[in-house]
């Protein structure tokens, strides 16, 4: 069974930093593009970044470009989010998601994305 769990979220202030993870267990790690989506309260879901295993290729929301870095650990099957410089705007519920080799440039739509983790909640006090 396909699993993913994501984990690292908290309560941060303004200009601080968390690490997410999201864990995959029930597929082959490498075949997969793991995305990272979030949605705040009444705001529609938005592509934070993604990342290819196959040829390690990333790709980030122009929100996050510059302050949000995506890496693969394959021996541990997961995926990180390293989060620097968050901004009250980032407060939101974060998903992981994975995608059969993902053609790139449908990245950012979640619909294309065939398994999802729970959500870790990120809250940037002001």
């Known amino acids: 069974d396909v699993q993913l769990q994501a984990s690292g979220g908290g309560l941060v202030q303004a200009g601080g930093s968390l690490r997410l993870s999201c864990a995959a267990s029930g597929f082959t790690f490498d075949d997969y593009a793991i995305g990272w989506f979030r949605q705040a309260p009444g705001k529609e879901r938005e592509g934070v970044s993604c990342i290819r295993n196959s040829d390690g290729s990333t790709y980030y929301g122009e929100s996050v470009k510059g302050r949000f870095t995506i890496s693969s650990d394959n021996a541990k099957n997961t995926v990180y989010l390293q989060m620097n410089n968050l901004k009250p705007e980032d407060t939101a519920v974060y998903y992981c998601?994975?995608?059969?080799?993902?053609?790139?440039?449908?990245?950012?739509?979640?619909?294309?994305?065939?398994?999802w983790g729970q959500g870790t909640l990120v809250t940037v006090s002001s």
């Open positions: 998601a994975a995608r059969f080799r993902l053609r790139l440039m449908l990245w950012v739509l979640w619909s294309e994305y065939d398994y």
